[in-house]
């Protein structure tokens, strides 16, 4: 398995970086963040006139139909720069569900176009079959909690259940459905709680249903496992180049503290533990290009988030030590990247969740414990 970038991907991810790093300074996500709804639409609309936002999607509708390992660099970066828009949420979980619905192709177009903000829940709300002026439909009443990128969608992807599974598509302005911001700890990336009281949704809302509707939620969590992966990589290597930068420059003794053995062995550790964490992000986003069963790639991405996650909690925890007593104030960029890494490793499920789906995994077939 070739995990090395090709000449192709270190173009998207110069380009990434690039673009990036001139619309995520410090300063400026400091003022995105400070906004009503914390999203940057500018850069929105600029990742979405450059491609960006249909990078995993089929030329058909309107994407460049590339692949995962294509689109890890881009994730990486978004990290690193903490873009304060909705691209892992919409360009990546929600659009990934909607390739593999039957329906809502337009929506999948728009996506990658940036013209609009798609947010999916995987939470499940029971739903009640009603009719309206003779058409069928379902009732909806409940809540779809902390929906990260709710709060600025044009469109939710609700699963709801009524017999069986259904994957609805839910313009923002239904009557009956509301989106409740939720506080919570990085102000770079925000969610919202999604709340229907009585609210009806007609047939024709339906994106999925049944096996295919639980095969597209099931998509949409592993391979945007994946994706937040390497997301939480680049905030892990984002940190590791502040500490080598704040350590070469600060002094103590006459000579910069980068120098003293102690903080060398720190950043190595780091080092070691980030890129043990993008091997297992490259390797699992390889299995999901080669299209693996369902079992094969929960345990790639299982693998991949979980080294992440660890690589993230201990560059964050290292990068505040490492900037001393400045590490703990507003001003120092250090603590933005331990919220955002925080975050992350709540959203699609704790270290812990996806060990025991692994596990389950492998009581469930002990034959595979067996070695030739």
């Known amino acids: 398995m070739q995990l090395a970038l090709t000449d192709d991907q270190r173009l998207i991810a110069d380009s990434a970086c690039a673009l990036l790093a001139g619309h995520c300074s410090g300063a400026h996500t400091r003022a995105v963040m ?13 990742l979405g006139e450059q491609g960006w936002c249909g990078l995993l999607t089929a030329p058909e509708s309107g994407g460049q139909g590339l692949g995962w390992l294509d689109a890890v660099p881009v994730l990486e970066a978004m990290g690193a720069h903490l873009a304060c828009v909705p691209y892992l949420p919409t360009a990546v979980i929600a659009a990934t569900a ?9 929506l999948l177009a728009d996506i ?13 709300v029971a739903a009640q079959p009603a009719c309206r002026d003779g058409r069928p ?39 009956g459905l509301h989106a409740v911001p939720r506080e919570g700890v990085d102000a770079t990336r925000r969610a919202a709680d999604v709340v229907a009281q009585g609210a009806w949704m007609a047939d024709g809302a339906c994106v999925a249903r049944g096996a295919a509707a639980e095969q597209a939620l099931q998509a949409a969590l592993l391979h945007g496992a994946i994706a937040l992966a390497a997301e939480q990589v680049g905030v892990a290597s984002q940190c590791l180049a ?8 600060r002094e103590q003794f006459g000579r910069p503290v980068a120098g003293f053995q102690a903080v060398k062995h720190r950043c190595a550790q780091m ?42 909690a201990m560059a964050t925890q290292e990068t505040i030590q490492l900037h001393g007593g400045m590490g ?28 025991e789906r692994v596990a389950a995994q492998w009581l469930d077939h002990p034959g595979r414990w067996t070695t030739a």
């Not at 990658?112 to 499940?124: P, T």
């Not at 120092?332 to 060990?355: F, I, T």
């Open 34 to 46: 400070h906004t009503p709804d914390g999203h940057d639409a500018a850069l929105w609309q600029q």
């Open 98 to 106: 909607l390739r593999h619905g039957s329906a809502a192709l337009d």
């Open 112 to 124: 990658s176009h940036g013209r609009c903000v798609v947010a999916l829940s995987f939470s499940v």
């Open 137 to 175: 439909g379902w009732r909806l009443d409940g809540v779809w909690p902390v929906v990260p990128s709710a709060h600025l969608a044009d469109h939710w992807l609700l699963p709801v259940h009524a017999g069986e599974t259904l994957l609805l598509r839910v313009p923002r302005d239904t009557a």
């Open 242 to 249: 502040l500490s080598c930068a704040h350590t070469l420059q």
């Open 271 to 312: 080092l070691v533990a980030i890129e043990l964490a993008r091997s297992a992000v490259r390797g699992a986003a390889a299995l999901a290009d080669a299209r693996p069963t369902a079992h094969d790639l929960e345990q790639a991405a299982a693998q991949a988030l979980v080294a992440a996650h660890e690589a993230a």
């Open 328 to 355: 703990y104030t507003w001003e120092c960029d250090a603590h933005l990247y331990l919220r955002r890494a925080q975050a992350n490793r709540h959203w699609l499920g704790l270290p812990s969740v996806w060990l």
